[in-house]
């Protein structure tokens, strides 16, 4: 006789392996989903969920891109507040960016201590990405072997010391290292020349920080990552994209078999530049918000496949590096912290316009997990984990930044009204209280190619 389950689910709607379905019955044995099949309230387990009529059962989403700062700028971020924000977002396995840590994740030594360092401090699943910079190249083989998923080089100044940019021989060589070792290679693509010629951004003025951050930049940054993964045959994600007109380059290199990956982000997808007020720093991030033309663009993107994913950047720092009592784009961090507000964000805008929750989960969970390497994430079926969000999809939320679990309360989206609420996450078949207190942190901390 089968052994009772642990956990079975019964859902009146869910997303199954990619695709909307009615009522649904999950069953969970061992962290893993066992069945999934037509709602029958019969089956029964060791606990039994029955979600309400309001809710979608979903896969828990997979953010690739989290900048988590511990050690070393642990006041910006940590693991344990990350994770809760995750958590409480139905983000059940989160990717560690390589920099703004000290040190950065740079040679197996460097993992170790971020690896330490989050040990015992995670609500959700945490992997990490390596980087590669103007001094560990030649180096990157190891880094890899050692399990981060991949590595991270800027092209632009990264904003802090530790992480030079990469020149353009710079990334020939990194792409030929990556390639032979069969990794994958981010790439932060603004070029800096185009960057350098631009105007320098000027106190609280919006409309002068966009002009020092041209879309020309990223376009020309991505136009050479094409022909360097063309050359190589390196597997090259670009990160972050903000710029729609580097749309067309990256679709014909898709045509044409070149190896690239594009993600964008929530603030792009939700924000515009005309909405943005002088003075109003907690938007600044890099590359920047661009206007409503742009945003309209990269829907477009996301809808005819040219975009593969949407992940946060979800990129904290402290509220005086913000610049907040100024307002003065050039001296503010540029990040926006959203790993607790993607999937609000992201719905209430797509469901505005036409999309289901089906193509959210593509963007958010199976996008991500495909590019992190995991087989067992990103869907519900049989055999994956069960990583799982009760997402109310009609329901409200107006965001206030203190009730947001990471660890500095500041928002571009303080005050917004979205749409969807996540009710509950499951992280490999069990519940997670990121609202409690002393919730034992349980997400383990995967190498490459074990999920
Ligand atoms: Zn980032």
């Not at 609420?421 to 490999?428: D, F, H, P």
Request: proline share 8%; net charge negative.
């Amino acid at each position: 006789m089968a052994p009772v389950p642990d956990l079975v689910l019964h859902a009146g709607q869910a997303v199954v392996d990619g695709d909307p379905t009615g009522p649904t019955t999950v069953v969970v044995h061992a962290g893993v989903v066992e069945v999934v099949a037509p709602l029958d309230r019969s089956v029964t387990g060791r606990e039994v969920v029955d979600l309400g009529a309001d809710e979608v059962l979903l896969p828990g989403l997979v953010d690739t891109h989290v900048h988590v700062n511990e050690p070393g700028r642990t006041e910006w971020e940590g693991f344990a507040t990350a994770t809760r924000a995750a958590a409480a977002g139905g983000v059940t396995t989160l990717v560690d960016m390589p920099l703004n840590s000290l040190p950065p994740t740079l040679d197996p030594e460097s993992l170790a201590v971020k690896r330490a360092a989050a040990a015992g401090q995670c609500h959700v699943d945490v992997a990490f990405w390596g980087g590669a910079v103007s001094g560990n190249l030649g180096r990157l083989r190891p880094l890899l072997d050692a399990g981060v998923l991949g590595v991270k080089c800027f092209l632009p100044d990264s904003g802090v010391p530790e992480f030079p940019a990469v020149d353009a021989a710079g990334l020939r060589r990194a792409a030929e290292e990556v390639a032979a070792a069969g990794g994958l290679l981010l790439v932060h693509a603004e070029d800096p020349a185009v960057l350098a010629a631009a105007p320098e951004p000027a106190g609280r003025s919006y409309r002068a920080f966009l002009a020092s951050r041209p879309s020309a930049a990223e376009d020309a940054a991505i136009a050479r990552v094409v022909e360097v993964a063309r050359d190589t045959g390196v597997r090259v994600h670009v990160v972050h994209l903000s710029s729609a007109s580097a749309l067309p380059v990256i679709a014909a290199a898709k045509a044409e078999g070149v190896a690239v990956s594009v993600e964008t982000c929530p603030h792009y997808l939700v924000l515009r530049a005309e909405d943005v007020a002088d003075g109003a720093t907690p938007a600044k991030c890099c590359p920047p918000l661009r206007d409503d033309v742009n945003r309209d663009a990269l829907w477009a993107g996301l809808a005819d496949g040219t975009i593969d994913l949407v992940v946060s950047d979800h990129s904290p720092c402290t509220a005086d590096l913000k610049s907040l009592d100024t307002g003065d784009f050039a001296a503010a961090w540029g990040g926006i912290a959203s790993v607790q507000l993607g999937l609000p964000l992201v719905w209430t805008e797509a469901s505005r316009r036409g999309h289901r929750l089906a193509d959210v989960v593509r963007w958010m969970s199976a996008g991500p997990a495909a590019l992190a390497g995991f087989a067992g994430k990103g869907a519900i079926r049989p055999g994956a984990a069960a990583d799982l969000v009760a997402f109310a999809p009609d329901a409200d939320l107006v965001v206030d930044p203190q009730r947001l679990h990471h660890r500095n309360p500041v928002s571009p989206y303080a005050g917004a009204r979205l749409r969807g609420v996540v009710r509950a996450t499951w992280l490999a078949g069990r519940r997670l209280a990121p609202d409690v207190d002393g919730d034992e942190p349980r997400g383990r901390l995967l190498a490459r190619g074990e999920a």
